[in-house]
């Protein structure tokens, strides 16, 4: 396990932004009857989420989020060191996205930017990339982007995924400062593993051609998808999160010193109701201190961390707070953090 400590840095503002456009379980029925619909909502516990339209991508739901912070906190944008973009659903191949940002946000040139293609535990890979850059003498500001498009990537026909996935983008601000305390990770990887949530065809690996875009029944029970269309073994993800990830989150405990009954809030990865109820039940903990927001957006990958705390924590970190972040899921990757939160300003969702 790769673990690492930090003092005296810290998130000072947090920022959402998701699609105006709102989907509803219950009646997203074109393609499977409308009993079988309600089992699966019932089940997974999402009832509306957010869908991109054809003409918005991950960066720009980033780049709202992004904007609206750096205007209600009246940051300097020249003071901005480091644009990190996570997404594994970029504008392009290439350039990557985070350059793109750069230049759209008005940040100046000397501005080091790159992205990070990692899926659930991305926020936490990228708060440890952030904190370990910014403790560098000579960095001021560190422009934390986490933004997905899931609802491009899977298919509306496979019944496994079809009912989970949402848009979002956030963007947090990360400084130094005293008031931050200490903060601890715990990232993992792997593998051997990969061939659980994939997108099989449409890189280098297994290029883009007529037949991975066709579509196909890929199983008895009449599901639907291309090789371009993401895949989720969910049976296999869930024994992953069983043998690994309440494994990991007491020992980012234990490591840190910290006891579980000192945490104020835990923010999980909103996976769906199922495995979030499991690491309820396994770790015991009261769900007043596990904020929630999967019902109305659903499962948004790496955005879903951040995404719960500007919308379910806001006006709650004004005064210390400490939080645990853990996040599981495609690589496959896991991670935890507990980080104190202090004077957070979470701005007010943003709607494109």
């Given amino acids: 396990m790769a673990y690492m400590e930090f003092n005296n840095i810290g998130i000072r503002g947090l920022a959402a932004a998701v699609p105006k456009k709102i989907i509803h379980n219950i009646e997203y029925t074109e393609h499977f009857k409308k009993e079988?619909?309600?089992?699966?909502?019932?089940?997974?516990?999402?009832?509306?989420?957010?869908?991109?339209?054809?003409?918005?991508?991950?960066?720009?739901?980033?780049?709202?989020?992004?904007?609206?912070?750096?205007?209600?906190?009246?940051?300097?944008?020249?003071?901005?060191?480091?644009?990190?973009?996570?997404?594994?659903?970029?504008?392009y191949r290439m350039p990557a996205s985070s350059i793109i940002l750069q230049d759209r946000l008005g940040l100046p040139n000397n501005t080091i930017a790159f992205d990070v293609n990692i899926g659930c535990s991305g926020f936490i890979y990228g708060?440890?990339?952030?904190?370990?850059?910014?403790?560098?003498?000579?960095?001021?500001?560190?422009?934390?982007?986490?933004?997905?498009?899931?609802?491009?990537?899977?298919?509306?026909?496979?019944?496994?995924?079809?009912?989970?996935f949402g848009d979002a983008g956030v963007a947090a601000l990360i400084e130094k400062g005293e008031i931050f305390g200490?903060?601890?990770?715990?990232?993992?990887?792997?593998?051997?593993?990969?061939?659980?949530?994939?997108?099989?065809?449409?890189?280098?690996?297994?290029?883009?051609?007529?037949?991975?875009?066709?579509?196909?029944?890929?199983?008895?029970?009449?599901?639907?998808?291309?090789?371009?269309?993401?895949?989720?073994?969910?049976?296999?993800?869930?024994?992953?999160?069983?043998?690994?990830?309440?494994?990991?989150?007491?020992?980012?405990?234990?490591?840190?010193?910290?006891?579980?009954?000192?945490?104020?809030?835990?923010?999980?990865?909103?996976?769906?109701?199922?495995?979030?109820?499991?690491?309820?039940?396994k770790l015991k903990l009261d769900p007043a201190k596990v904020p929630m927001c999967i019902e109305k957006f659903g499962n948004t990958s790496s955005v879903s961390i951040p995404l719960t705390i500007a919308t379910q924590l806001k006006d709650?970190?004004?005064?210390?707070?400490?939080?645990?972040?853990?996040?599981?899921?495609v690589g496959l990757s896991w991670a935890t953090a507990v980080a104190d939160f202090h004077n957070c300003h979470i701005s007010d969702l943003v709607e494109i």
């Fill in 36 to 91: 079988d619909v309600a089992e699966i909502v019932e089940k997974i516990g999402i009832k509306e989420r957010r869908f991109a339209d054809e003409n918005t991508c991950a960066s720009d739901l980033s780049f709202a989020a992004a904007d609206k912070l750096l205007n209600d906190l009246n940051i300097n944008r020249d003071e901005i060191d480091l644009l990190l973009f996570i997404t594994q659903t970029p504008d």
């Fill in 127 to 164: 708060m440890s990339i952030a904190y370990s850059m910014i403790r560098q003498s000579g960095f001021r500001k560190v422009l934390l982007l986490d933004g997905e498009t899931r609802s491009k990537v899977y298919s509306p026909k496979d019944r496994q995924v079809a009912f989970l």
């Fill in 182 to 281: 200490s903060s601890y990770f715990s990232i993992n990887s792997d593998g051997s593993r990969a061939s659980l949530i994939q997108i099989k065809a449409g890189g280098y690996r297994n290029p883009s051609s007529a037949e991975t875009v066709k579509e196909k029944v890929v199983d008895e029970y009449g599901n639907v998808r291309s090789d371009e269309h993401g895949y989720m073994n969910g049976a296999d993800v869930f024994n992953f999160l069983i043998r690994e990830v309440p494994k990991d989150i007491k020992f980012t405990l234990e490591k840190s010193g910290t006891k579980q009954t000192d945490i104020d809030y835990f923010v999980f990865h909103q996976a769906n109701n199922y495995m979030n109820g499991y690491l309820l039940k």
């Fill in 316 to 329: 709650k970190l004004t005064e210390r707070k400490k939080v645990l972040l853990s996040g599981f899921g």
